[in-house]
């Protein structure tokens, strides 16, 4: 017997999908139809903009008067230089006030088609909120200040330096002072061509002992200093990533 052809989902099913898939990704999408001053709209922006299901009117200004006041001509002029043509599309960041006075994040992209004209005739958009994202941003950005504040006033010697070719990333006031290198000098240049290491070989097996999942603690090394004289110390050592690269953060007691 034949086998009976799948059916092919109607356009009322395929926007339910659309829209599901949408709200999963937790992203809205908008087509205006300039000509005829027509918006479709892909999802409800209502619950983004802390309204209640369908309270948005879907109109450009009613959602420029949710935007932060600090944010809503920028905002404005963004969507008005993509509707002019003087840029074919755009991406744009603002923030949103909610009703009950909450603020959050959103992304906006927006693209125009244009007529023989010039003239745009049809644009479309997609919204989705970041404040997560933001969130989650700022308190890394606030973190690294916290890290580079102690790493600044640290007593120790510190260096961060690049696990792969070990050029140094950073180091502290306490590094210039032990070793005598000024940071100008070294940033960028390798532990090897600086000669930082008495015995390069300690290095390659204090990596090892990390990589292996070890702990570096207070371990004796012998590192040399601008004047090429070596000097004893006791150093702890850890793995991090940064940026997709492995790193190695020492710190060093200069004994």
Not at 94 to 120: H, K, M, N, Q, S
Not at 192 to 207: C, N, T, V
Request: charged share 30%; hydrophobic share 40%; net charge neutral.
């Amino acid at each position: 017997a034949a086998h009976a052809r799948p059916r092919a989902p109607s356009l009322r099913e395929r926007a339910e999908q659309l829209e599901l898939a949408q709200e999963a990704m937790g992203i809205v999408t908008w087509i205006w139809d300039i000509p005829s001053g027509r918006v479709q709209w892909y999802g409800d922006l209502s619950p983004l903009l802390g309204l209640a299901p369908g309270g948005f009117s879907g109109q450009f200004p009613d959602y420029l008067a949710r935007v932060h006041p600090e944010d809503a001509l920028r905002a404005k002029d963004t969507f008005v230089d993509c509707l002019k043509g003087r840029y074919p599309s755009y991406h744009a960041m603002e923030r949103i006030v909610r009703p009950d006075g909450t603020v959050r994040w959103l992304e906006t992209y927006g693209r125009a088609e244009y007529g023989e004209d010039g003239r745009a005739e049809r644009m479309a958009g997609v919204v989705k909120d970041i404040s997560e994202a933001k969130r989650l941003e700022a308190a890394r950005i606030r973190a690294e200040q916290l890290v580079a504040r102690v790493f600044a006033a640290s007593p120790y010697c510190m260096a961060i330096a690049r696990v792969a070719d070990g050029k140094l990333l950073a180091v502290n006031a306490e590094f210039e002072r032990v070793t005598g290198h000024r940071a100008d000098e070294v940033l960028g240049q390798s532990v090897f061509e600086i000669d930082l290491w008495d015995e390069p070989q300690a290095r390659d097996r204090m990596l090892a002992d990390l990589r292996s999942g070890a702990v570096v603690r207070n371990r004796p090394v012998r590192m040399r200093g601008r004047n090429g004289r070596p000097f004893p110390g006791a150093m702890s050592a850890f793995l991090m990533e940064h940026d997709g690269e492995a790193l190695l953060v020492g710190i060093v007691h200069d004994l």
